[in-house]
């Protein structure tokens, strides 16, 4: 029985460690950067808002909303989120494709964003709800941008 256990955990060390594969994931420090950002600009422009940050796989980061706001406000923005990160678009082109009435999870009104590393990573969503659209839009644009992220998918070039 002991040679049979110290063969097994011989064998299972033999699976080579290139066998996973590292993907970019969101981090909560630029979670929090995006969510913070979001907020001081949502100050500034005497708006209400609640955001959510979430990650590639519809897992809430970080979120938060401001004194006053409603709960459907932070329900919202938890819609356009998931609509963003699920589908690696704004939720502005989201409502220029038309989607069908049952698409799930899709959002039709600016202020969900795509959250995507300099590579073309997708990473997942931030949505804004409480100002008006392109409000919420430019709030959460503005935290992916200070986080050193991109709001949109980076063309890259083909290799030469």
Do not use: F
């Not at 929090?32 to 500034?44: E, G, M, Q, S, V």
């Amino acid at each position: 029985m002991r040679g049979r256990l110290a063969l097994a955990a011989t064998l299972s060390l033999a699976v080579p460690a290139s066998a996973q594969t590292a993907r970019p994931t969101l981090d909560y420090a630029s979670a929090a950067k995006i969510r913070d950002t979001c907020l001081d600009y949502a100050r500034a422009h005497n708006l209400k808002v609640a955001v959510v940050v979430l990650e590639n796989h519809g897992m809430a980061v970080t979120l938060a909303h401001m004194d006053g706001v409603s709960m459907s406000v932070g329900e919202i923005a938890l819609w356009k989120a998931t609509s963003a990160a699920k589908y690696g678009r704004a939720t502005a082109e989201t409502a220029a494709l038309n989607p069908p009435a049952n698409m799930p999870s899709v959002a039709t009104i600016m202020g969900g964003v795509p959250i995507y590393s300099a590579d073309g990573t997708l990473l997942g969503g931030v949505g804004t709800s409480g100002g008006k659209p392109a409000d919420d839009d430019a709030c959460g644009t503005a935290g992916i941008e200070a986080a050193g992220l991109k709001a949109a998918r980076p063309v890259v070039s083909p290799a030469q």
